[in-house]
């Protein structure tokens, strides 16, 4: 229930994908998927992440690609005119 008062309070599911480069082999590339609710365009949570990342592992990020969707749309959501009962 808690994800969805969030998905109302403008968070969207965001996924990210993390291309580090590897702490004992500096040529070769890692990548780490990230996914979370988060809110465009900012990204707060993914940038308490990435801060996270970079002061507490060993391996430097090299790029970071984001997609977000909204999962809850307008349309989605719908309030009932009429209710209807048999016997």
């Known amino acids: 229930m808690a994800d969805v008062a969030r998905q109302l309070d403008s968070y969207r599911l965001t ?9 004992d082999y ?15 365009p ?3 949570e ?3 992440f990435l801060t996270f ?6 391996g430097p990020i090299h790029s970071v690609t984001i ?3 909204e999962i809850i749309t307008p349309g989605d959501a719908r309030y009932i005119d009429a209710l209807q009962t048999l016997h």
Request: glycine share 0%; net charge negative.
């Open 15 to 23: 996924t990210a994908e993390i291309l580090y480069r590897m702490p």
């Open 26 to 40: 500096r040529t070769l590339l890692q990548s780490f998927i990230w996914q979370d609710y988060d809110i465009a």
């Open 42 to 44: 900012h990204f707060p």
């Open 46 to 48: 993914l940038h308490k």
């Open 53 to 58: 990342w970079e002061s507490n592992l060993d």
């Open 67 to 69: 997609a977000h969707t």
